[in-house]
């Protein structure tokens, strides 16, 4: 397994969860880190990235302010903080990895590597 994804879990709206996505040396070394979910009936949309050694963050506007991605790289571990979630952030979330060029940060189609997916549940 080349990414091992965390942490989801059912919290009330408000609240706050942070995601944990493991990855190989060789992966985390040396691509973008990016977090995706999906909700049931819709497609899978870019939630945030961060460069290789965390250079550079990016966020989609529907979560700017509330998540906050972060790397460690002595664990090759990147973190998604969740705060003040809502229920319409429920979706699956996704981390992935790949050689992703900056104007395509938040397309899925330069992520390579995906991992197993972890269920985010906000009730109201």
């Known amino acids: 397994v080349q990414l091992q994804a965390s942490g989801g879990g059912l919290v009330q709206a408000g609240g706050s969860l942070r995601l944990s996505c493991v990855a190989s040396e060789r992966i985390f070394s040396r691509y973008v880190m990016g977090w995706f979910r999906q909700a049931p009936g819709k497609e899978r949309e870019f939630v945030a990235a961060?460069?290789?050694?965390?250079?550079?963050?990016y966020y989609a506007d529907s979560v700017k302010g509330r998540f906050t991605i972060s790397r460690d790289n002595a664990k090759n571990t990147d973190y998604l903080q969740m705060n003040t979630l809502k229920p319409e952030d429920t979706a699956v979330y996704y981390c992935?990895?790949?050689?992703?060029?900056?104007?395509?940060?938040?397309?899925?189609?330069?992520?390579?590597?995906w991992g197993q997916g972890t269920q985010v549940t906000v009730s109201s």
């Open positions: 992935a990895a790949g050689p992703v060029i900056l104007s395509a940060i938040r397309s899925t189609t330069g992520y390579h590597v």
């Open positions: 961060t460069g290789r050694n965390g250079a550079g963050r």
